[in-house]
């Protein structure tokens, strides 16, 4: 059942309701299409029903991000056909409210209006509690009331981890479907540590088989994290120096250029190591790292990730640089002079890190000795993640000093791209050396092609029923491992982060890490994006 009646995800859109402007453009959407034809297709839909229930429908996340996400599958035909969305939530409203509510992210372009009104039909919507069986009776009752005699259903859980006990434990009791596939999708966070995360997978087990859970991060969805297996184990020329031999230490940075944004009460139950570099982060040092899977199949690809993170030791805080941004007085952007301390929403004193920087090491053959420097902040520079690569320094130098490292570069967002910085001569007649780059940037190699949001590629493979981007309970168990020694020391001794400036690199202490751990950075080199060559 795993991928029934998945024709309509590349049947072309029609003439007639295909607007020119459409975001969904024919060579992305042919991309996109031919890549899910490998699903097999084994049913007809006049037979299958497909509901999508999204829990917590009239919160922050439902309204930024699940909403336009399936509005952006329904315009572009990529879900199945006749899908059906019921929105759950304990506040009352109407779907022409919820309409309302989503106008600054649900959004027609010239020519798409209609289409916009038929997603809007296809919506249904039920205020409940989450813990009455009265209420997800009515529920029930909605799901089923246009449902075929294959009836599949999937329900999303966009809510705080508060609630995910009753709200799957009423999931079990009331809304599994009877004739088709029932499918869970679990919103990070999972857990705090190693404990609250163990109780939440015992009770998730003992209500699911793994197959119908789907934790999601949606980092694992992103253009260029996916592209990590493909660089890695379709080119020859990379996998005999991805090692210990010819690496001298891999970063991987996330890197926001904004503050909390008068959320920093909620961002202080977690902090910036639960927030990205517990799941974002090591999710990104697994596709790294990890040896060439069996095969492609979800299971193959995560028991090697598994097989990465038993090997990493607990962190401690001596690996670590923990900051706190503070406000630049002297910016013209009122949210840049507002330190996180000063977020009114932040409790008095807080210790919470908004920036960390930390050196795992991987206890294997092949990485023995490489230093994997995670590093995340917010109010920082600039926008970015990326993987970067530095390779050793050449043996035997002939250039008077005049090489730098090698790198090879993975850059997730922006501009997703691929490059390469190796050393090149200048013109003329001397034997000056300067950093250059062999460049893939995906803007200008697939230049008519939209690259589809990651929770547009995640919630995809939930309908085809792939959880190769999905986070897996021993997985999960391992990384909690890895972070729960140093969340409970910083917890118990609460020690006091270095300050930095809005808008700058972070805390200089960071650098120093870095440097401290076979990685070594000039600042000489700007990586800018080419300008469009014509198509040959």
């Known amino acids: 059942q795993a991928y029934n009646c998945l024709i309509h995800f590349y049947k072309r859109m029609p003439p007639h309701s295909r607007s020119p402007n459409c975001e969904g453009n024919p060579e992305g959407l042919r991309l996109l299409r031919d890549s899910l034809k490998s699903c097999n297709i084994s049913s007809s839909s006049l037979l299958v029903s497909h509901v999508f229930v999204v829990f917590g429908a009239s919160g922050d996340l439902a309204w930024k991000k699940i909403y336009p996400t399936l509005w952006a599958l329904f315009r572009d035909r990529l ?6 969305v019921v929105g759950y939530a304990r506040s009352k409203m109407t779907v022409s409210q919820l309409r309302e509510n989503c106008a600054g992210t649900v959004k027609a372009k010239k020519g798409e209006e209609d289409l916009l009104d038929q997603f809007w039909a296809a919506n249904k919507y039920v205020a409940g509690s989450y813990h009455d069986t009265a209420d997800f009776d009515l529920l029930v009752q909605e799901m089923a009331a246009e449902e075929k005699p294959c009836a ?3 329900f999303y859980l966009a809510l705080p981890p508060s609630v995910f006990k009753q709200i799957t434990s009423m999931i079990k009791a009331c ?4 004739t088709g596939w029932t499918r869970v999708i679990v919103e990070k966070p999972f857990g705090k540590d190693s404990t609250s995360s163990a109780d939440l ?9 793994e197959e119908q859970l789907y934790r999601i991060d949606h980092y694992l969805g992103k253009e260029m994290v996916q592209n990590l297996i493909s660089l890695r184990f379709g080119n020859m020329i990379f996998g005999p120096t991805w090692n210990r031999d010819s690496i001298a230490s891999v970063n991987i940075t996330f890197k926001e250029p904004f503050g909390t944004k008068g959320r920093g009460g909620y961002f202080d139950e977690f902090g910036i190591i639960r927030d990205v570099m517990q799941n974002h982060l090591l999710q990104i040092l697994c596709l790294t790292a990890m040896e060439k899977p069996v095969t492609t199949s979800p299971d193959d690809i995560r028991d090697e990730k598994v097989k990465v993170l038993k090997a ?6 001596s690996s670590c ?6 406000g630049d007085p002297d910016s013209e952007d009122p949210d840049a002079r507002m330190g996180y301390l000063e977020d009114p929403t932040v409790p008095q004193g807080s210790t919470c890190p908004t920036f960390a920087a930390a050196v795992l090491k991987i206890n294997n053959e092949r990485w ?4 994997f420097i995670l590093k995340c902040g917010k109010a920082l520079n600039e926008r970015k993640a990326e993987v970067r690569i530095q390779y050793k320094d050449v043996p035997g130098d002939i250039f008077n000093g005049g090489t730098v490292r090698n790198e090879l570069v993975i850059r997730v967002q922006p501009n997703e791209s691929v490059y390469v910085k190796v050393m090149t001569k200048t013109p003329g007649m001397s034997f000056n050396l300067q950093e250059t780059e062999l460049d893939l940037t995906y803007k200008s190699r697939y230049r008519d092609a939209r690259l589809p949001e990651a929770y547009e590629r995640l919630i995809l493979d939930v309908f085809v029923g792939s959880q190769m981007h999905f986070v897996r309970s021993d997985e999960l168990a391992e990384a909690w491992r890895i972070f729960t020694p140093l969340l409970h020391t910083i917890e118990k001794d609460k020690p006091q982060p270095i300050k930095y400036k809005y808008g700058s690199r972070g805390p200089a202490e960071a650098d120093t890490l870095a440097m401290q751990n076979n990685f070594n950075y000039t600042g000489r080199y700007k990586w800018t994006a080419p300008a469009h060559s014509p198509k040959k």
């Open 79 to 84: 879900i199945p056909q006749g899908t059906r």
């Open 152 to 154: 599949n259903r999937l």
């Open 175 to 178: 809304c599994m479907s009877p």
């Open 201 to 209: 997978s015992r009770h998730l087990k003992e209500l699911f088989h």
């Open 312 to 317: 990493i030791p607990a962190l401690s805080l």
């Open 321 to 326: 640089v923990l900051g706190q941004y503070e």
């Open 368 to 371: 023995d000795g490489v230093p």
